[in-house]
C-alpha cells in the first residue's frame, strides 16, 4: 500500500510558477512509474505528465509541454511537478499518481494510487 501527499499548490498570477511535490510512504516508488493529473470544476481527470521509474522517459500533455517539468527523486520516495509560464487554463486540482507498471504511461486505468489532490489557481 502506498500514501501519497501532494504539497505546492497555491494561488499564482498569470506566467508565474509553481513546484508541486508529492511525497509517497507506505513502500518505495522506486519501481513505479509516476503521474500527475489535473480536474478542473465540471472537467474530467485528464493526464499532465508521466516519468518513467528511473526518470529516464517522461510525456507531457501537448497543452503543458515545454512548461512543465516532472522529475522523480527515488532517494527520497518524492515526484515533482515544475510549473512554469502558468495560465489561467491551468487552474486545476492537480493529482500525483502511482502506476502498475514501471514505464511511463498516460492511461488513469494504469495508476492504482492517487493523492488527495492539491488545488492550483491561476489568476490576476
Known amino acids: 500500500q502506498v500514501q501519497l501527499v501532494e504539497s505546492g499548490g497555491g494561488l499564482v498570477q498569470p506566467g508565474g510558477s509553481l513546484r508541486l511535490s508529492c511525497a509517497a510512504s507506505?513502500?518505495?516508488?522506486?519501481?513505479?512509474?509516476m503521474g500527475w493529473f489535473r480536474q478542473a470544476p465540471g472537467k474530467e481527470r485528464e493526464f499532465v505528465a508521466t516519468i518513467s521509474w528511473n526518470g529516464g522517459s517522461t510525456y507531457y500533455a501537448d497543452s503543458v509541454k515545454g512548461r512543465f517539468t516532472i522529475s522523480k527523486d527515488n532517494a527520497k520516495n518524492t515526484v515533482h511537478l515544475q510549473m512554469n509560464s502558468l495560465k489561467p487554463e491551468d487552474t486545476a486540482v492537480y493529482y500525483c499518481?502511482?502506476?502498475?507498471?514501471?514505464?511511463?504511461?498516460?492511461?488513469?486505468?494504469?495508476?492504482?494510487?492517487w493523492g488527495q489532490g492539491a488545488q492550483v489557481t491561476v489568476s490576476s
Open positions: 499518481a502511482a502506476s502498475k507498471t514501471d514505464w511511463t504511461t498516460v492511461h488513469l486505468a494504469d495508476y492504482d494510487y
Open positions: 507506505g513502500r518505495t516508488i522506486h519501481n513505479n512509474a
